[in-house]
């Protein structure tokens, strides 16, 4: 996927002094490059028993929703705090300073289905981790958990340990 | 489109006293029915010169993103203030109370491509109307807007005059 690593844009100094933001808007503007990443995801699952496929809020939508419609499964939008309408299950993690809060429609799964994960971005993998908890309150599986971009140096899968992991770009 | 009307579910007072929420999450859970907007919008700008999608975060990016790769086109991300890392354009608009500002990245269109703009909802028509000033700055052309479901009593339409405006669902 070294070719893909050209559609992806390093921003120095965002969201705060110190830090190389990787963005990944190149891509999307790209037809061919963000078509092909979403057939690498639906060819990874093809032969994978996926029902709902779960996009994190904001750019996992993107992604998420595409892959949805391609695969032909329904999508489930987690939700910053206070987003979501309806009634919802909730999970705290902990950020670099302070804490968050994701939620998600208690209808949104079904006891057993399995469920996959998907966002933009593998970092420390504290928002992914809680985004587990959250399908696993709701008694379903989290079948496996995508990214287009994992940051290798932040350890993430450190954090997510004994959970499959696939990220198309590594950095 | 009467049948996909019973995939939004209205949520009494969200998000706040008196208002009633069209909550699209049902549809996006059924994967028959989310498809099926996707197919709906894919085909009535089929027979169009579209080159790019503009999606409005954050529910605008499911739909917007689905149909970015149904239709072959680039996907352009319409952001709230802060959230884009790069050089950006932006338009203030007016809320109820008070003023918000979106965004979107000077190299997202170019000059003369024709622009696809897709949110979830048509309600009052201020925030899409800024979005149309942000890709007409940048010299590029509004094709048309296309919602999932328009609330008619809002009159969106008439702060939208003169465009190109299709609603799969009216309420």
Same mark, same amino acid.
Request: hydrophobic fraction near 45%; include cysteine.
């Given at each position: ?9 390093? !921003? ?12 990944? @808007?190149?891509?999307? %503007?790209?037809? &061919? #490059?963000?078509?092909r ?19 994190? &809020? ?6 998420? /929703? #595409? ?8 999508? !489930?939008?987690?939700?910053?705090? /206070?987003?979501?309408?309806? @009634?919802?299950?909730?999970e $705290?993690?902990?950020? $670099? ?7 998600? %429609? ?6 057993? $289905? ?9 970092? @420390?993998?504290? @928002? ?7 399908? &696993? ?5 989290? #079948?496996?958990? #995508? ?10 899968? $450190?954090?997510?340990k ?10």
């Amino acid at each position: 996927m070294q070719d893909l690593k050209k559609f992806i844009r390093d !921003v120095p100094d965002f969201p705060k002094p110190g830090i190389v933001f990787k963005d990944i @808007t190149p891509l999307l %503007h790209n037809a &061919e #490059a963000f078509a092909r990443v979403i057939k690498v995801f639906a060819d990874r699952y093809s032969a994978e028993k996926i029902d709902k496929i779960a996009g994190i &809020e904001s750019r996992g939508f993107i992604f998420g /929703g #595409a892959l949805s419609v391609q695969m032909g499964v329904g999508f !489930v939008p987690i939700r910053k705090h /206070g987003k979501l309408p309806w @009634t919802k299950v909730s999970e $705290e993690y902990v950020l $670099e300073y302070g804490k968050d809060r994701i939620e998600m %429609h208690v209808d949104a799964v079904s006891a057993g $289905e399995r469920v996959l994960v998907v966002d933009d971005l593998l970092a @420390t993998g504290g @928002t992914c981790g809680a985004v587990c908890q959250l399908i &696993e309150k709701r008694k379903a599986l989290v #079948a496996s958990l #995508a990214f287009v971009v994992e940051l290798d140096f932040l350890n993430g899968r $450190e954090k997510l340990k004994g959970r499959d992991i696939f990220s198309i770009m590594h950095f």
